[in-house]
C-alpha cells in the first residue's frame, strides 16, 4: 500500500513538471525576444567650422573646445592647419582641455599631396605625413584624415571648386602615374601609423579622392587595416549617395557638411534621414563629425546643424 502511494506521488510530480516546462515553452513561443537597442551615434565638430580660415576670433582650439562642449557635442575634430602650436606642452593643454570638457578627441584632418612627379616633394609630404600621425598619437586621437593631393594646375582653390574638383594632369604625366605616386607615399607612412595606432581614413577630398573608385582603388590597392576611409559628405556634387555607399563599409569617420546662409563655395541639400539609414545599412558606428562650410555665423549655425543631424540618425 505505502509503495502504491509513492508511485503514485512521483507520478504526480512527475506530471506537475512537465506541465511546468510545457507551459514555458509555450510562453516562449508566444513572446519574441525583445530586440536590442540600436547603439545611437556620437557627433563630433570639426574646428573647421568655427575657424574656416578665416574667423579670427574664432581659430583659438580652446574657445572651440569650450563651446562643442557648451552645445552638446561628444567629441571634436581638429584641423591641423588651424593649430598655432605644435609643440609637446600645447598638445598637452589640448588634450587636457576636451577631457575636462568631457569630450573625446577623435579625429585629425591633415593636407598632404603626392601628385605630383618630383619625388623630393613627394618624400616631403611622406615626411609631413608621418609627423602629423606622431601628432595624432601625442594627442591620443585614433583617426587621422588624408589626402591623395591634386596636379595644382588650378589657379586656385576658387578656380579648382569653379570646376567642380576637376582639374587637367601636368603635361606629360597621367592618373596612372599618380596613382603609383599616391599609393607609394601611403605605405611609406603606415609603418608609422601602425606603431602610433593611428588609423588613416583616405578622404573623398579632390585629386584622385574625387571619385569613390579613386579613393577605393588606393585602398585596396594598399590592404592595410591602418588605411581606411573618411566620408565627407559634401564632396560628391552629382550621386552622392550612391557614391558614399561605395565607400561606406571601410569608413572610419563621417564628416557631416552643413550650408546654413548658403555655402563658400556650393551648396548641397543632402538628404541627411537618407544618409543616416544608409550607414546603418553598413554598420557605421563611428563618429559624425560636423562641417560647417555655409556663411551663417556658426556660433548659431553650428547648434542648429547639431539639432538637425540628431534628429536625422534619431
Excluded at 592647419?81 to 584632418?109: E, H, P, W, Y
Excluded at 563655395?265 to 545599412?281: E, N, S
Aim: charged residues 25%.
Amino acid at each position: 500500500m505505502k509503495s502504491l502511494n509513492r508511485r503514485k506521488l512521483l507520478q504526480a510530480l512527475a506530471a506537475t513538471v512537465s506541465a511546468s516546462a510545457l507551459g514555458r515553452s509555450l510562453f516562449a513561443e508566444e513572446t519574441p525576444t525583445k530586440p536590442q537597442p540600436r547603439r545611437q551615434p556620437q557627433f563630433a565638430v570639426s574646428s573647421y567650422s568655427f575657424w574656416q580660415f578665416r574667423n579670427k576670433d574664432l581659430r583659438s582650439l580652446e574657445t572651440c573646445i569650450d563651446l562643442a562642449a557648451e552645445w552638446g557635442f561628444d567629441g571634436f575634430e581638429i584641423l591641423e592647419r588651424q593649430m598655432t602650436g605644435t609643440d609637446n606642452a600645447t598638445l598637452q593643454k589640448i588634450k587636457q582641455r576636451a577631457f575636462v570638457n568631457g569630450l573625446d578627441l577623435c579625429g585629425f584632418s591633415t593636407h598632404q599631396g603626392w601628385v605630383n612627379p618630383n619625388a623630393e616633394i613627394r618624400k616631403r609630404n611622406t615626411e609631413k605625413t608621418i609627423r602629423s600621425i606622431e601628432l595624432a598619437y601625442k594627442l591620443g586621437i585614433p583617426t587621422m584624415r588624408v589626402n591623395t593631393g591634386t596636379w595644382g594646375t588650378s589657379k586656385n582653390f576658387d578656380d579648382l571648386m569653379a570646376h567642380r574638383g576637376i582639374e587637367s594632369p601636368i603635361k606629360g604625366y597621367t592618373e596612372e602615374d599618380a596613382f603609383a605616386w599616391v599609393i607609394e607615399g601611403l605605405s611609406d607612412s603606415l609603418p608609422t601609423a601602425e606603431k602610433c595606432g593611428v588609423t588613416l581614413g583616405l578622404e573623398n577630398h579632390w585629386g584622385l579622392g574625387r571619385t569613390p573608385e579613386g579613393v577605393m582603388r588606393i585602398v585596396n590597392a594598399i590592404k592595410s587595416p591602418w588605411l581606411k576611409t573618411t566620408l565627407d559628405t559634401g564632396n560628391f556634387l552629382e550621386d552622392p549617395y550612391d557614391r558614399l555607399e561605395i565607400m561606406a563599409d571601410d569608413a572610419v569617420l563621417v564628416q557631416a557638411k552643413t550650408y546654413y546662409g548658403g555655402g563658400l563655395w556650393y551648396t548641397l541639400d543632402l538628404d541627411y534621414p537618407r544618409i543616416a539609414q544608409l550607414l546603418r545599412k553598413h554598420n557605421y558606428r563611428g563618429y559624425v563629425s560636423l562641417e560647417f562650410e555655409g556663411k551663417e555665423n556658426p556660433r548659431t549655425a553650428i547648434p542648429k546643424s547639431l539639432a538637425m543631424l540628431k534628429k536625422s540618425f534619431a
